[in-house]
């Protein structure tokens, strides 16, 4: 069983920053692929950013709408993976969650483990 806590979420000025964090504990973290989703309000959960974990594909996969302004990472020495938000909008708005799965998923919402989701608020 993959636990999976998520921090770093909050309040950001419209052309603000964040970073959040996904520590993971419980299973073995290398084995798993890592991703981040995000929920607004009245809308269905939203891919935001994943990368396989297998060689033959080093890509790093991101939502249309968050491409060249987020920027995924993994340290598997930490156990942690994390999302950083540039150039954030209003329509960033959302909980966003952690997820993990041994499979890399990117349309499929089904993943194995999620993590409780943390907040972010992009408003002036």
């Known amino acids: 069983q993959v636990q999976l806590v998520e921090s770093g979420g909050g309040l950001v000025q419209p052309g603000g920053s964040l970073r959040l964090s996904c520590a993971a504990s419980?299973?073995?973290?290398?084995?798993?692929?890592m991703g981040w989703f995000r929920q607004a309000p009245g809308k269905e959960r939203e891919f935001v950013a994943a990368k396989p974990i297998i060689w033959s594909d080093p890509n790093t996969y991101y939502g249309d709408s968050v491409k060249g302004r987020f920027t995924f990472s993994r340290d598997n020495a930490k156990n942690t993976v994390y999302l950083q938000m540039n150039s954030l909008k209003p329509e960033d708005t959302a909980v966003y969650y952690c997820?993990?799965?041994?499979?890399?998923?990117?349309?499929?919402?089904?993943?194995?483990?999620w993590g409780q989701g943390t907040q972010v608020t992009v408003s002036s």
């Open positions: 419980g299973g073995t973290f290398s084995g798993y692929v």
């Open positions: 997820a993990a799965d041994p499979i890399f998923k990117r349309w499929d919402r089904r993943w194995r483990y």
